[in-house]
């Protein structure tokens, strides 16, 4: 992250903060998550691990973490003092406000989450370099990124977004990293239909860049919002399966892609 370029619109952290620790999409992605870096981090897996998600924002998925692995150090950083807050208020003390390309470690880690960060930067590659040198040796890179070009939508653009990725694309980013992909899936491949029909609607027709500000933020704000029933429905089927996917099961197609990476030495 680089204070140089707008990668994320700080209005968004308050709705975010209210919804994320029921809305489906984040509950699914956080389980996915504790479930990857238990598997592909268990050769290390110890009370002496440390952590860092990198980009944390409000502190949703770290918090969750630091109650999966209770114990065990995770850092949280991320260059807007905006979400720190929020993130504190979520009871996360370890945070730092910092950019990736000038990071304050020297320590190495264990396992470094980028959930749904590298989307938002022009140089995705430079941030994974710079991400990679901060992991020991046999530590893991845990990335998660929104999928397939075809969904790019007023969401992308009120986001800040800079690409949608495919499994190929995402792997071409890791090796020019210096990066190897142990695993890789789609996910909330349920979803994928239906968010396609549901953003071709509400741009009835127009570019997603010819909206104006005050539409973005109205249509982003209205997916978010929770539907209870719809809501549980769809948390029941994402939780089954991110199930099959932590078994090692890759789904064909979804609205966002997962992966679990190691730097070649």
């Known amino acids: 992250m680089t204070a140089s370029q707008p990668s994320y619109d700080e209005k968004f952290f308050e709705p975010l903060h209210a919804i994320e620790d029921k809305h489906f999409w984040f ?4 389980q996915l998550i504790g479930g990857l870096i238990e598997k592909y981090c268990s050769a290390t ?18 918090k969750y973490l630091n109650t999966r692995f209770s114990g065990q150090r995770i850092l949280g950083m991320d260059l807007f003092r905006e979400g720190l807050v929020f993130a504190a208020l979520r009871g996360n003390s370890s945070l730092i406000q910092a950019d990736i390309h000038h990071s304050p470690f020297a320590q190495e880690f264990d396992w470094i989450g980028l959930f749904d960060i590298i989307e938002h930067l022009d140089e995705d590659v430079l941030v994974l370099q710079d991400t990679a040198a901060l992991l020991r040796e046999n530590g893991k890179l845990l990335i998660s990124v929104p999928a397939f070009p075809v969904l790019w939508s007023y969401f992308d653009v009120a986001g800040k977004h800079k690409r949608r990725y495919t499994t190929q694309s995402l792997e071409k980013a890791c090796k020019d990293a210096g990066l190897e992909l142990v695993f890789s899936s789609y996910t909330n491949a349920l979803i994928f239909p239906i968010l396609w029909v549901v953003r071709r609607v509400f741009q009835m027709g127009k570019a997603p860049e010819s909206l104006s500000e005050d539409a973005l933020t109205a249509k982003t704000n209205s997916e978010l919002r929770i539907i209870p029933l719809v809501n549980s429905l769809i948390s029941f089927i994402l939780g089954l399966e991110g199930s099959l996917i932590q078994a090692g099961v890759r789904m064909p197609f979804g609205t966002s892609l997962i992966a679990v990476a190691r730097r070649i030495d």
Do not use: A, H, Q, Y
């Open 45 to 62: 897996f110890s009370e002496t691990m440390i952590g860092m998600e990198i980009g944390c924002g409000t502190g949703n998925v770290l």
């Open 27 to 30: 509950r699914s992605r956080n």
